[in-house]
């Protein structure tokens, strides 16, 4: 297996996981956290190898940047939510609205570069 497959696999695995996470939040259900801590690591894993990936088939500087946002956002939410100081946030649902949202335009994030990866 190639780089890209494992990377273009892992997009996958991410779309499939936001699909559901986006549906549960926006359905004001609340992932358990046996469930959502391997997800937080999965996620800064695969921002990792996104960023990799990206520089060694040298995408442009949007890309990269594009793809270190998110790296910073999981990896920085990965260790918040490994102390509980997430865990606030989902005793609101608007709050867990809002999280639905913001899963959901990862989830279009997602997309393209799966779209990206195939056509490269």
């Known amino acids: 297996m190639s780089f890209t497959d494992l990377v273009f696999t892992l997009t996958a695995t991410m779309i499939i996981i936001h699909v559901t996470i986006a549906f549960a939040s926006l359905r004001y259900l609340v992932v358990p956290r046996r469930i959502g801590l391997p997800i937080a690591i999965y996620e800064s894993a695969y921002y990792m190898a996104l960023l990799a990936y990206a520089l060694l088939n040298h995408y442009g500087a949007a ?19 490994v102390n509980g100081v997430l865990s606030y946030l989902s005793r609101n649902c608007n709050n867990l609205r809002y999280y639905g949202y913001y899963e959901l335009s990862e989830l279009i994030f997602l997309v393209i570069i799966a779209a990206s990866i195939l056509t490269h």
Request: hydrophobic letters at 60%; aromatic letters at 10%; charged letters at 0%.
């Open 63 to 81: 890309l990269l940047g594009i793809a270190g946002l998110p790296l910073v956002i999981h990896v920085g939410g990965a260790y918040l939510y």
